[in-house]
């Protein structure tokens, strides 16, 4: 099964980057973001799940939905195969067809490539 994990802030490490600056806030936003991802996509609520002490390691497996604003910032992660921008107007408020349309295609190619 797919995993994917969503990144709008991280709560610990050197770089700690907020969506809103209120945590609570934050992860219902995210919660909010993945629940309906995972709806679109047809896939349990458990393969859609926040990551919020993120180290900016990469694993290959999951794929990483990652607020545009971290990504700007974090040039290194930029154009790697599972690591997807979502705009961070986007997280805030739970718009998902722009992530959905992406994840679709790489999903795709991932399944034609197997």
């Excluded at 969506?19 to 919660?31: E, F, H, K, Q, S």
């Excluded at 992660?77 to 997807?84: C, P, S």
């Amino acid at each position: 099964m797919t995993e994917i994990k969503v990144i709008g802030d991280i709560l610990s490490g050197k770089f700690q980057p907020a969506l809103t600056g209120n945590r609570i806030v934050d992860a219902a936003l995210i919660d909010h973001f993945c629940q309906n991802l995972a709806v679109a996509l047809g896939l349990p609520q458990t393969a859609v799940h926040a990551e919020h002490h993120w180290d900016l390691t990469i694993a290959p497996e999951p794929i990483y939905l990652v607020d545009d604003h971290i990504l700007a910032v974090t040039t290194h992660l930029r154009g790697l195969n599972n690591v997807i921008a979502v705009a961070h107007k986007d997280l805030l408020r739970g718009q998902i067809t722009a992530t959905q349309q992406a994840l679709t295609n790489r999903l795709s190619l991932h399944s034609t490539a197997n």
